[in-house]
């Protein structure tokens, strides 16, 4: 029997009903009485001197209260904050500006209009520096120090490395085949739909409310306790409905801080809330590694090594969002499907005059480099020897039996059947065929090309013996309240921005309890309420949360058993949990169903035990998941304009346990499109002097429904063994694994004129100036 | 994102606008559908002292033909050239276009007015124009006189507009049996600007000759351009392969695109011969009762 909502079933979204209405309430939304208005002069260079902020013209504008600047800052000790990364970053400069449109000063005003008429009225005198835009001339000597505040006088903000430099050496130089390849995954932006913002008031007895647009509200209140000194009890941080985030909502920016200082400073609400053009242009990056990747294999085709460099443009400051052990993310998932014996990654974080950042966008940590690395290179070799790409990928896979499987950079992968997903994409756009019909096509002179992406993504960070992002341990939460009536409520300490947290929760604790998930209301993003969790990012709430209502659920039936024995007046051992109640063995109608016993704990419960039905969950997973699949991308070209065309995706998907079709359907479209954002049109350009090309959507061209092909999805089904419903995570999966998918394709359709690699984003003008040249030759 | 202060005016008739253009001096604009100005506002980088919103004027969005002409009313939306039955079936280059540019809610807001007398070299509607022979109507406290597109269009965002006229109407030859069009756009995403677009007019004559040529570029020069050589090279010959080859090479000849984030010059010019050759034969198909 199964239970109303239970798991695998495709209901619908719960918050849908209010978000396809324009009833959501988000931060912008909150409107308090005598709330004021902050907005942000920023930095026409990028890279200056600060001689001088005039705010006399700004503070006699009609409407203007307050301009506040470095200097302000620097007298309570809040110029600088600390970031993720145990870097530091300017709230607002004293001295210097670092990247253009970086904040200067901030306006509070009474109206939005008064706050921007302020802005342009504040006179800034700057004194251009010299500027360092690309990382490579960062770590030439005699380039100009940056970060002139730190002991080491170097641009070179970390150097970090893994797994087996000599032995690696040594199986390159001993590999029949080695291939060679510089790729650059340039600098993207989230583009949520929500801009960032807050709104920040204090009330009469000093206690703090912030409702801002953040991924994860319990570290974000105690970040504030901890840099402004302020007592953690009188600080709520609200995440209401959020429009998006894709990591681009993790950081702490500038303009949360002044807000709040703002608050203070004025006595009155302040609300800040960023324009597009500043969304862009100032809030944190993703991507911008610069990959030289070197594979190596035998003569017949088997693996042998693999080594992997990498220079991280990180702007002027680390901001990333990483765990913290890890500056590189959990890039060393770079060996993707394939059990290589070696295995060395090196990667130099430098410093820049861009916007800081190095977010995982839609990605758990860098696994999108990752993933793209390694399949982008698996082509290029199989291409070199001669291989079908398919072919070569059938032969190296880490096979099924081999799980749980070390990898050679250390990660145990718990379960995976690569074989299964690339063979069953293969039936489904009928491969074979493909190939004959391109060796026809090039006959004919047209341009085809089959692309092939088996990617394995790392998430659900993570266990507690590596994962911690300052110093806080990365379990998620789960606490559970079955009311008198048998419905429920459950609060986690993750926060959805768009992932359907209110009905694929709701859908684990309806197959666990035995409840209608229409009847249990989730409730995350309110530190006041909410238990403590490290939030949404990195497709870790499933992995973590999800699996923390498994087991507050489980401690839940572990009281409502006791309870349903002294109901039926048996011995709990006398009875099983089956069809979603408690039934005495053998005596299917001898049974106890959820709200029967949710009404007993309240009015009937046995003697000596406490009332009420709730638990409380912290879960700390014992591994991470390991999410795969296999895309295969299907292009034509136009041999004149160099367009290309995706004829078809098929995208085979495994995440385990599927808690709800239709939310992994979507999900996957989803990613499979910001996944196609890059491959085709994505790129942040900054000219020799810093200034950023493109920083509006007239510019930056984000994908429409014309450019999205129709996906075609698949799935196969590989439970992860450690987590309590199997479920892995599947959030990322599409946007980690489609863009190598692209590219191979589009290089395959001109592998033939002896091009191996082709930078994303692949623009119309790459592809016809190869053709142009190969024409000319 | 927010514009500083303007005073607005919103006129019932035409001339109570150019009175109040006059009056203000070349410090007013001329509000239509927004698309393009509201968005320079909000940046500032346009701060008029005040907006004269000509959208409650009578009679201003109107598409209807004559014994002479096409006549197209200066509000009339983008959209309406997609929803028009007349447009698509005697003037399909005008629909090929307002397909083409940026999304249906621009297109339901933007109008042709506005995109022909913006002066955006990267608007698609002048090249059309250009290429079609068309005039513009324009009133101020004077009169009101009639400028040819090919005068029209001076410098980027140089138009013969003077501050106190206002285009009212929109005047095309008359589609006339043996005439085919059509307008080609290379985009990076469907609705953003041209990488190139190329508008090309062909008028045959009983014999299939090419009686008349129009041929306009957009986006590869500072203002649309109207590849006259290429046009006096097709008059006379067979609408055929040869003399569209031949046409096209004279038309990348006028262009001086620049480098920027959609392609590199020498590309856009590469793509101006290639985009003239389709749209000069989808234009005889056309012509020869061709889609």
Redesign the interface.
Known sequence: MTVHGGVGQSIKRKEDARFVRGKGNYVDDVKLPGMLYLDIVRSPYAHARIRSINIEKALKVPGVLAVIRGKDLEAANLAWMPTLMSDKQMVLPVERVMYQSQEVAAVVADS??AA??GV?AVEVDYEPLPVVVDPMKALEPGAPILRPDRKEQTNRIWHWEVGDREGTDKALKESDVVVKENLYIPRIHVSSIETCGCVASFDAMGKLTVWMTTQAPHAIRTVFALVAGLPEQKIRIISPDIGGGFGGKVPVYPGYVLAVVAALKTGHPVKWIE???ENIQADSFARDYHISAEIGATRDGKLTALRVKTIADHGYTDAAANPSKFPAGLFHIVTGSYPFEKAHVEVDGVYTNKPPGGIAYRCSFRVTEAAFTIERIVDSLARKLGMDPAEFRMKNFIPPEAFPFKSALGWEYDSGNYQGALRKAMDIVDYDALRKEQAEKRKRGELMGIGISSFTEIVGAGPSHTFDILGLKMFDSCEIRIHPTGKAIARFGTKSQGQGHETTYAQILAEELGISSEDIAIEEGDTDTAPYGLGTYASRSTPTAGAAASIAARKIRDKAQKIAAHLLEVSPDDLEWKDHKFQVKGVPDKAKTMAEIAFAAYTNHPPGMEAGLEAVDYYDPPNLTYPFGSYICVVDIDK????VKIRRFVAVDDCGTIINPMIVEGQIHGGLTMGLAPAL?EEI?YDENGNM??GSF??Y?L??A??TPKWETAKTTTPSPHHPIGAKGVGESATVGAPAAIVNAVVDALAHLGVTHIDIPI???KV??IL?EKRAA | ??P??FEYFAPSSIDEAVQILDRFGGEAKVLAGGQSLL?VMK??LAEPRALVDINRIPDLAHIREDAKSLRIGATTRTNDLNDSELIHARYPILSDAAYEIA?PLVRNMGTVGGNVSHGDPANDLPACMLALGAHFVVRSPTGTRTIPAKEFYQDTFVTALESNELLLEIQIPKARPGQGNAYVK?E??????P?VGVAANLVLTTKGTIESAGLALTAVGPTALKATEAERHLVGKAPEDDAFQRAAELAQEITSPVSD?R??AE?KR??VR?LALRALHRASARAHGGA
């Open positions: 939005r209009y921007a008429d342009v324009d597009r053009s004149e304009t160099g367009e049109l350009h090309l493109g007239m510019d061209l994908p429409t014309v450019e623009t119309p003008w016809w100036k142009h | 994102m927010i500083p202060r968005p940046l500032r999304d290379l990076k995403r469907i609705g953003d600007f990488i984030l392609g590199p590309y590469a793509m290639v």
